[in-house]
Structures are given as structure tokens and as C-alpha cells.
């Protein structure tokens, strides 16, 4: 549990680093990522077909934003991008 804890705060911390915009930063939500084999790819574009800019382990904790009906952009590792809002859990382990 104090692992998942510091994972949130460094994720947070991270997204307000990488120079997220205050209004922009109050809209994201801590989500685990659930719901898959392995891992999902960080993409650059919400799309699926889109370069992959890194791979999120199962469980590992990202910070969201809703962005359309399919994608949610995401930060995690002070990177950026794009994944599939049906990985994404609320429900933080």
C-alpha cells in the first residue's frame, strides 16, 4: 500500500514537472492499469495504430484525463500520451 502511495505522489509530481498547466493538471485522476494481459502502450496519438512511446505494466499507476470516448491522456514516467480508457482503472489497489 506505501508502494502504490509514492507511486501516486511521484506520478503527480511528474505530470506538474513535465509542465502540465494548473487547470489542465486539476482534471487528471490517478488510474491503475487493469484489464489486460500485461502491459498497454503509452501511444503519442490517440489512435492504435500510433508509435508507442512506452510500455505501463499491469497495476503500475498512471495519471488520466478523459480525452474522447475511446482514449484517455495519460501521464506516466514524466512522458505523455495516449491509452485506451477501458485499461484504466478507478479502483486503485
Same mark, same amino acid.
Given at each position: 500500500m506505501k508502494t502504490i502511495k509514492?507511486?501516486?505522489?511521484?506520478?503527480?509530481c511528474l505530470c506538474l514537472l513535465a509542465g502540465a #498547466? /494548473?487547470?489542465?493538471?486539476?482534471?487528471?485522476?490517478?488510474?491503475?492499469?487493469?484489464? #489486460? !494481459?500485461? *502491459?498497454? !502502450?503509452?501511444?503519442?496519438?490517440?489512435d492504435s495504430k500510433s508509435r508507442s512511446l512506452e510500455q505501463v505494466w499491469? /497495476?503500475? $499507476? $498512471?495519471?488520466?484525463?478523459?480525452? !474522447?470516448?475511446?482514449?484517455? *491522456? #495519460? #501521464? *506516466?514516467n514524466g512522458k505523455f500520451g495516449y491509452i485506451r480508457s477501458e485499461y484504466l482503472n478507478s479502483n486503485i489497489q
Amino acid at each position: 500500500m506505501k508502494t502504490i502511495k509514492r507511486a501516486i505522489a511521484l506520478a503527480m509530481c511528474l505530470c506538474l514537472l513535465a509542465g502540465a #498547466c /494548473g487547470a489542465l493538471a486539476e482534471t487528471f485522476y490517478a488510474r491503475q492499469i487493469d484489464w #489486460c !494481459n500485461e *502491459y498497454v !502502450n503509452l501511444r503519442e496519438k490517440p489512435d492504435s495504430k500510433s508509435r508507442s512511446l512506452e510500455q505501463v505494466w499491469i /497495476g503500475e $499507476v $498512471v495519471m488520466a484525463a478523459p480525452y !474522447n470516448d475511446t482514449f484517455s *491522456y #495519460c #501521464c *506516466y514516467n514524466g512522458k505523455f500520451g495516449y491509452i485506451r480508457s477501458e485499461y484504466l482503472n478507478s479502483n486503485i489497489q
